[in-house]
């Protein structure tokens, strides 16, 4: 089973400054899919981004974008100008392209703090 | 569209008691899966699902039945609860395709607490 590893589980950031998540994964698929999930205390996981393998182009979404390094098998989030909203837990997650049972595989998380 | 509905979102049990989460949707999607969320381990896949009458273990499947009779519901059934049990449950769906929308859309999640 692939695996996905997080090793920030808390990270803090000022208001209007930037911050990067990191993460990595392990597999030996060419394949695959990678999301970041944000989960607030209402519990709601939602999805923040997403990055197919087979793009080179780093994804962006609004003050979201990411680093993908796949031959490192490293795929980071940086948060832009960053907002109190912005305050959440934080989920890596890959999916593979190719398996019947279309699991995802998730980290352990990284909860991060908005300093006013 | 109300995506995934998951209910309860609270229960408190007895330890040896039984019951069922219920999660449904409406997007039509093949995939569903259970999760469990606990402190420091991530969401972690109970059981799944690949199409109506089609259902298979994932990481942590002990203790845990599902059954999927149509597309749009995948119960959780607890067989006898016990306070290991005690976690934070999602129900997820997805689609198969490569184009967009290939993620997981998740219910609200239901705090279980095994007393």
């Known amino acids: 089973a692939q695996t996905v590893t997080q090793s920030q589980p808390e990270m803090s950031v000022q208001e209007a400054e930037t911050v990067t998540l990191s993460c990595t994964y392990d597999?030996?698929?060419?394949?695959?899919?990678l999301f970041w999930y944000k989960q607030p205390p209402s519990r709601q996981m939602i999805l923040v981004i997403r990055?197919?393998?087979?793009?080179?182009q780093n994804a962006t979404e609004n003050r979201f974008s990411v680093n993908f390094q796949k031959a490192a098998k490293s795929f980071s989030l940086k948060i832009s100008d960053s907002q109190l909203g912005d305050a959440a837990m934080y989920f890596c997650?890959?999916?593979?392209?190719?398996?019947?049972?279309?699991?995802?595989?998730f980290g352990t998380g990284t909860s991060l703090t908005v300093i006013p | 569209n109300a995506g995934v509905t998951q209910t309860p979102k609270f229960q408190v049990l007895k330890t040896g008691q039984s019951m069922t989460l219920q999660c449904a949707q409406d997007m039509n999607h093949e995939y569903m899966s259970w999760y469990r969320q606990d402190p420091g381990m991530g969401l972690r896949l109970i059981h799944y699902?690949?199409?109506?009458?089609?259902?298979d273990q994932g990481e942590v499947p002990n203790g845990y039945n599902v059954s999927r009779s149509t597309t749009e519901d995948f119960p959780l059934r607890l067989l006898s609860a016990a306070p290991s049990q005690t976690s934070v449950y999602f129900c997820?769906?997805?689609?198969?395709?490569?184009?967009?929308?290939?993620?997981?859309?998740f219910g609200q999640g239901t705090r279980l607490t095994v007393v």
């Open positions: 699902s690949v199409g109506a009458g089609i259902t």
């Open positions: 597999t030996s698929e060419s394949d695959y899919y």
């Open positions: 997820a769906s997805s689609r198969t395709d490569r184009g967009g929308n290939t993620e997981a859309f």
């Open positions: 997650a890959y999916r593979s392209a190719w398996n019947t049972g279309n699991q995802f595989y």
């Open positions: 990055q197919e393998a087979y793009k080179q």
